[in-house]
Nanobody, 123 residues
């Protein structure tokens, strides 16, 4: 089993930055790809970014490409999402995910989810 706990959300102004973290516990996390998803009020949950278990390769949704960076600290079993140049449309609950399927340019959610952290961007 893998437990995921997000932190670091909060309030930012448009154009600002935030970093959210996802700390994992469980023996197998280091061997799993991980991803970030988000869900805005009244909308479906959507993919944001993903990273391989090595941390070498990342993929991003077009809406965040060039602004968000996902990284991984294997020693700490933690993944991060650095969000720069935030926009009001980035407002959502951000969820960490692990254990999904990795394709050439896609990541399909796995069965491990965190509870989410709220990110609010004001205009």
């Amino acid at each position: 089993q893998v437990q995921l706990v997000e932190s670091g959300g909060g309030l930012a102004q448009a154009g600002g930055s935030l970093r959210v973290s996802c700390a994992a516990s469980g023996r197998t996390f280091s061997g799993l790809p991980a991803g970030w998803f988000r869900q805005a009020p009244g909308k479906e949950r959507e993919f944001v970014a993903a990273i391989t278990f090595t941390g070498v390769t990342t993929i991003y949704a077009d809406s965040v490409k060039g602004r968000f960076t996902m990284s991984r600290d294997t020693a700490k079993d933690t993944v991060y999402l650095q969000m720069n140049n935030l926009k009001p449309e980035d407002t959502a609950v951000y969820y960490c995910n692990a254990g999904g399927q990795w394709g050439h340019s896609w990541y399909r959610q796995g069965r491990y989810w965190g509870r989410g952290t709220q990110v609010t961007v004001s205009s």
